[in-house]
């Protein structure tokens, strides 16, 4: 998951898993001169209390059918997290676990172990995972984590809006040409159809070039950032502020929260972003608050899903051990608990039903839409360089000054 509410996923500093028990610590204590605890620590991004009530409900979830379970969790904040990784599990006593998200896990393969042995051993299929999940988990071939959640980039709308402005709700089917007229509607009186933010994911950009059909890297694993579709999609969302006015320019120093905050006031009718923004959204929405697929221009969009699941470090002396661990973390009744009680999707489709719990059912079909027909967000290294230029230059797009060809040529031409 970029990281839960706050527009991505965060973690932690406490402690969870033991659940081996002395079988974990005697299979650890032959490594002389390892962290022979490290099968039951747990290195993540610890960006707020609600990243570490996510991860104690992982752990409290285990505990209840193996009390002993424990697991000690610490790290930094997301956005130094990749970073401090690289660092911290090539220590001498590295944590056995780590996390990463699906779009990120070319970038710590170098401190990571391969799971297929393990998961060949212990006879884990992973077909009752997301398979777009699995995807991005999978680099050359081989499976490095397995995933906790699989998140759809999704539309929210206000539905007191669009029955207001005498609009159909939209469907699964939802064409990039009736978005058009539904946000023309929506635009009167100072309010406006959608808001956006200066990002290129979980917003409109990204969205929309994913539900046409484009990505991030093509067939061949290389950057595809000025393909037709993917061009064609980012002008679209640009317009919607320098062409229709049914947008506001956003600012490049815009945080999430200032689109957000535009859309619960009701200053705007829509938002594209992820799923994990559900509950912030219903506290101020409530039944009011809808969710549809992402418009597309055939009107079957292609969801871009993302996610995070649990590793295996490279120096860990007992993968077995962590392994052991990582089974009862990621076990279809532990993925659908913390569902039920975190709001994550879960990434074993199976356990859908919890997070869906007091969801509308049109809400939930759109999830489960996109969960079906999604692709996994995959970057390449340097995603991060590429994304904060995207943040830096697309205010000059939504204002009319610069296209999108000419903005991603450049940052495709400087990503190398």
């Known amino acids: 998951m970029t990281p839960a509410s706050l527009s991505r996923r965060t973690l932690i500093s ?26 039951t ?27 002993s379970f424990n697991l000690d969790f610490s790290g930094p904040s997301y956005n130094d997290y990749y970073t401090k990784a690289k660092t911290r599990m090539t220590a001498s006593d590295a944590p056995g676990i780590l996390t990463t998200q699906a779009a990120r896990t070319k970038e710590l ?24 999940m699995i995807k991005g988990m999978t680099v050359d071939g081989k499976i490095y984590a397995l995933p906790y959640d699989a998140e759809p980039c ?46 290129l994911m979980d917003n409109a950009p990204g969205a929309f070039a994913y539900a046409n059909g484009a990505t991030a890297l093509d067939d061949k694993g290389k950057l595809s950032l000025t393909s037709s579709t993917f061009v064609s999609s980012i002008q679209k969302a640009f317009d919607l502020a320098s062409v ?52 597309s221009d055939s009107g079957q969009a292609i969801g871009v899903i993302q996610g995070s699941g649990f590793g295996i470090g490279k120096n860990c002396p007992d993968k077995d051990a962590a392994f052991k661990n990582i089974m009862k973390l990621v076990s ?71 296209t999108a060809a000419d903005i991603l040529k450049d940052l495709q031409e400087s990503a190398g």
């Not at 406490?14 to 099968?39: D, I, R, T, Y």
């Not at 539905?159 to 058009?180: C, M």
């Open 14 to 39: 406490a402690s969870l898993l033991s659940g081996a028990g002395a079988v974990l610590l005697s299979s650890c204590s032959s490594a002389k001169g390892k962290n022979e605890q490290a099968p």
């Open 41 to 67: 620590q747990m290195f993540t991004w610890v960006s707020s209390e609600s990243d570490r009530a996510q991860w104690q409900a992982f752990v409290d979830a285990v505990r209840e059918t193996d009390p």
């Open 109 to 132: 393969v170098g401190i990571m172990a391969p799971l297929d042995d393990l998961i060949k051993k212990h006879g884990v299929d992973t077909s009752v995972f997301n398979s777009a």
């Open 154 to 199: 999704v539309m929210f709308y206000n539905r007191q809006s669009f029955t207001a402005a005498g609009l159909t709700e939209p469907t699964t089917g939802y064409t990039y040409e009736q978005f058009l007229s539904d946000m023309k509607a929506l635009t009167a009186d100072g309010k406006v159809g959608i808001a956006v933010k200066p990002n």
């Open 244 to 295: 229709n006015g049914y947008a506001k320019a956003p600012s490049a120093s815009d945080g999430d929260e200032v689109a957000q905050g535009a859309f619960t006031s009701g200053q705007a009718a829509s938002i594209i972003d992820g799923p994990w923004m559900y509950a912030t959204f219903a506290e101020q929405l409530g039944e009011n608050l809808g969710v549809c697929v992402i418009p």
């Open 332 to 402: 279809p009744d532990v993925i659908g608990k913390v569902a039920r009680t975190r709001g994550t999707v879960p990434s074993i489709i199976s356990q859908i039903d919890g997070w869906a719990e007091g969801k509308p059912a049109g809400n939930v079909d759109a999830i489960k839409f996109l969960l079906d027909r999604g692709t996994a967000l995959v970057t390449p290294t340097n995603w991060n360089q590429i994304v904060t230029s995207f943040t830096q230059y697309c205010p000059e797009g939504y204002r009319g000054s610069r």
